[in-house]
């Protein structure tokens, strides 16, 4: 714990420098970066964005163009494109990004059932990139459109548990290089104020998405809710929830597959638990009793099954946090979350800007 009071504390200042940085360069700024996950461990690199504007309305939200190198405890190189732009009086929203990474992970199969002495440690260098395209619609606050996506998988090795060193080990008969291309179809209606750190509004995505690829063809059908609540007129007490599910029809690859856990449920190692469908339900309460200090605490309930009929009982996590409003013009903060969850879960995490 001591030790993660210090990266806390340096998390702190380098994000409040990083947050005046960009505040007076306006445009690019390319700082170091720090992070932690149950997945990864302690994470360092470096991180760069530009901020633009595409008119000078205040009625149009920043677009952005980051990229991002990040180094992990746990043998991790990652190395990620993203970008958000939205167009001249919001007639249309372009978003997506790509990803290279060579990646350790634990693996405990596929079901809601599998016991915690299953996970086996392997390796697999991964790229993905995703293109969003989405159009105005004569629908108030609704966008609709197109979304492309691609995924590969090689250079998978078992890895000794105790040493992360290669071993001779079998791997699973899911665990194999793969690919897929996929074109579908998605929409959204995003009223929310700001993404990182929401204080009122709504947010709904929506897309069925099918893919092919060398294992066969599926379809990805995807919905997540947000919705946000105030205790009071200030914007210093709010209630969060989000309400998530997905369901794949068809030879979905393992990687693919829905996983609980990380974003979707805080206190869970991302992966524990996978299946062809997930369900879940995450409720956080964040207050700031102070100018720029505050406390969270969150909650929920996630399941996966084999198809979207079956319902298992549902594993839990919970968890409490720490916010530092790192600047107070856009109301970014810096969080450390402590999260635990069924089967003896627990993670600590460290960002910027809330998860939900």
């Known amino acids: 714990m001591f030790r993660v009071s210090l990266i806390f504390i340096f998390f702190v200042i380098h994000a409040f420098a990083k947050a005046q940085s960009v505040s007076l360069l306006k445009g690019l700024a390319v700082l170091p970066s720090i992070g932690n996950s149950p997945e990864t461990g302690l994470s360092l690199g470096l991180s760069s964005v530009i901020n633009f504007k595409t008119d000078r309305s205040d009625s149009i939200r920043s677009s952005y163009v980051g990229l991002d190198l990040n180094f992990t405890q746990r043998r991790q190189r990652l190395l990620s494109f993203n970008y958000l732009i939205t167009g001249s009086r919001n007639r249309y929203i372009n978003r997506g990004g790509a990803e290279w990474s060579v990646f350790p992970e634990l693996y405990w199969g596929i079901g809601h059932n599998k016991p915690h002495s299953s996970s086996i440690l392997y390796s697999s260098n991964r790229f993905n990139f995703e293109l969003i395209h989405y159009l105005k619609t004569k629908s108030q606050g609704w966008f609709a459109g197109i979304q492309v996506h691609h995924a590969s998988l090689w250079n998978i090795q078992s890895l000794n548990a105790n040493t992360g060193e290669p071993d001779s080990a079998s791997l699973p008969s899911e665990i194999k290089p793969y690919y897929v291309w996929a074109l579908g179809l998605g929409a959204t209606k995003d009223t929310r104020n700001q993404p990182l750190n929401t204080t009122k509004g709504k947010y709904w995505d929506w897309s069925i998405i099918p893919h092919w690829g060398d294992r066969g063809f599926y379809t990805e059908v995807s919905n997540d809710m947000r919705w946000y609540l105030k205790f009071d007129s200030s914007e210093n007490n709010i209630w969060s929830h989000r309400l998530l599910s997905s369901f794949n029809f068809g030879a979905t690859p393992f990687l693919e597959l829905p996983v609980m856990g990380n974003e979707t449920a805080r206190g869970i190692y991302a992966g524990r638990w996978r299946d062809r469908c997930i369900y879940s339900y995450q409720t956080e309460i964040r207050k700031f009793f102070l100018p720029r200090w505050g406390v969270a605490a969150f909650g929920g309930f996630n399941i996966v099954s084999p198809n979207p009929w ?47």
Do not use: H, T
């Not at 790192?326 to 089967?343: M, P, T, V």
């Open 310 to 356: 079956v319902f298992y009982p549902p594993k839990w996590n919970a968890g409490a946090g720490i916010r530092f409003q790192i600047n107070r013009k856009e109301k970014y903060n810096l969080r450390l979350d402590a999260g635990f969850g069924s089967d003896r879960q627990r993670g600590v995490y460290i960002g910027i800007g809330e998860v939900f």
